[in-house]
C-alpha cells in the first residue's frame, strides 16, 4: 500500500489550462494591478515554451473572465473583471440544472443571512425614514406590498 500512497495523480489537464493557471500565477505574483501592461503573446510562448496558438488560447479565457484587455498603444493590460456582467449571462434558469440552480439559491441564502447582521449594525435613522418613506409611497400608490 505504501508504494500506492507514493505515486503521484497524473495532471489530465489540457496544455492550455495549464497555461492560463500559469498566467494567473504570473499576474499575482508580479502584484499586477488594473491598467498594467502584460508581457505580449511572443514573449509568453517564448517564456513558457508553447506554441502561440496555445498562449493565444489561454489568454482568450482570461479576457472572457474579464481580467484583461487589449488597449491601443498599451498591449495587453489588466482590468478589473465585470463580475455581474460576467453571472448574467450564464446565469439563465432555462440552461442551469437543477443542482446548480439550487448551489446558486444557497449562496444567495447565505450571502442574505451575512447580509442582514450588517445591515442591523449599520443601519441609522436616516435609512429607517427612507425605508417608511419607499413603503408609503407604495401603499398610495396602491401597490400590495409582499414580503
Known amino acids: 500500500m505504501d508504494l500506492l ?5 497524473i495532471d489530465t489537464s489540457s496544455l492550455v489550462d495549464r497555461v492560463e493557471t500559469k498566467l494567473v500565477e504570473l499576474l499575482q505574483a508580479k502584484q499586477l494591478k ?3 501592461s502584460i508581457p505580449t503573446e511572443l514573449e509568453l ?3 513558457l515554451g508553447v506554441s502561440r496558438t496555445v498562449v493565444r488560447e489561454a489568454l482568450l479565457r482570461l479576457r472572457m473572465m474579464g481580467l484583461i484587455d487589449t488597449k491601443k498603444k498599451k498591449g495587453t493590460v489588466i482590468t478589473s473583471p465585470d463580475i ?3 453571472l448574467s449571462k ?3 434558469p432555462y440552461i442551469l440544472d437543477e443542482e446548480t440552480l439550487k448551489e446558486i439559491f444557497e449562496i444567495r441564502l447565505t ?3 451575512g447580509m442582514a447582521d450588517f445591515l442591523f449594525r449599520n443601519i441609522t435613522p436616516k435609512d429607517i425614514k427612507e425605508l417608511k418613506a419607499i413603503v408609503e409611497n407604495e401603499l398610495s400608490n396602491g401597490q ?3 414580503f
Open 34 to 36: 488594473i491598467g498594467d
Open 45 to 47: 510562448c517564448s517564456s
Open 90 to 92: 450564464s446565469m439563465n
Open 84 to 86: 455581474f456582467g460576467i
Open 111 to 113: 450571502l442574505e443571512i
Open 144 to 146: 400590495r406590498l409582499s
Open 5 to 9: 500512497n507514493s505515486i503521484r495523480k
